[in-house]
């Protein structure tokens, strides 16, 4: 039972540049999470996901979006990366019952510098 | 809207004394509250809940934790600290409603002394 993974786990992009990170989970979650953590701050939500096809801004959202075509999938793009946004990434998921105690599952991480 | 602080970003205990991690919430509904620990270069793993089935809540490796509403708090304890218990914890508080989204505090990033 893979949880979740998420592609890739280091990326090194040069300002401007774009890329999406991919989260996928196999535990059939309706609620998926995209977080991003420095140090010093915790971890702060970028955008999440409350099921396929629907997206919603977290405390974070600026210069990211996200897609949620399929249920298991939930990608993050950085279309022109800044150095402010060098940071680990984490993408988290929960079931959509069970009421705010269920268990949120987490990613192992994705490290990005952007220099 | 909820909130969480965790005083101390660094805890440093000797091997075998008492661990105290500090959290308090903020929320202007019935909170659900978690503890997650976070290894060197790893994802966070869970190691306890409150979801107000008891106040006094068990986890994983020796761990609990005790929800205090009058106080808003509900801090980490292990009696006994391990060399392996050296790692990043982090207190978060979500809602049942909306996204459910966990809103985290700071870390505390707990050493562990031989």
């Known amino acids: 039972n893979a949880g979740v993974t998420q592609t890739p786990k280091f990326r090194v992009l040069k300002t401007g540049q774009s890329m999406t990170l991919l989260c996928a989970q196999d535990?059939?979650?309706?609620?998926m999470y995209w977080y991003r953590q420095d140090p010093g701050m915790g971890l702060r939500l970028i955008h999440y996901?409350?099921?396929?096809?629907?997206?919603a801004k977290g405390e974070v959202p600026d210069g990211y979006n996200v897609s949620r075509l399929k249920k298991q999938n939930f990608l993050l793009g950085l279309e022109s990366a800044a150095p402010s946004q060098t940071s680990v990434y984490f993408c988290?998921?929960?079931?959509?019952?069970?009421?705010?105690?269920?268990?949120?599952?987490f990613g192992q991480g994705t490290r990005l510098t952007v220099v | 809207a909820q909130s969480v602080t965790q005083l101390g970003s660094h805890v440093s205990v000797s091997e075998g004394a008492l661990v105290l991690l500090r959290c308090n919430y903020s929320?202007?509904?019935?909170?659900?509250l978690f503890w997650y620990v976070q290894y060197p270069n790893q994802g966070l793993q869970l190691l306890l809940k409150?979801?107000?089935?008891?106040?006094l809540v068990k986890g994983i490796n020796g761990f609990e934790a005790e929800f205090k509403k009058s106080e808003t708090s509900f801090h980490l304890t292990k009696p006994s600290a391990h060399m392996s218990d050296a790692a990043e914890y982090f207190c978060?508080?979500?809602?049942?409603?909306?996204?459910?989204?966990?809103?985290f505090g700071s870390g505390t990033r707990l050493q562990v002394q031989p």
């Open positions: 988290a998921s929960r079931p959509g019952t069970g009421g705010g105690g269920t268990e949120a599952f």
């Open positions: 535990m059939n979650h309706e609620y």
């Open positions: 996901s409350v099921g396929e096809g629907t997206t």
């Open positions: 929320s202007s509904v019935p909170p659900y």
């Open positions: 409150y979801t107000s089935a008891a106040t």
């Open positions: 978060a508080v979500t809602t049942s409603t909306g996204r459910r989204a966990l809103t």
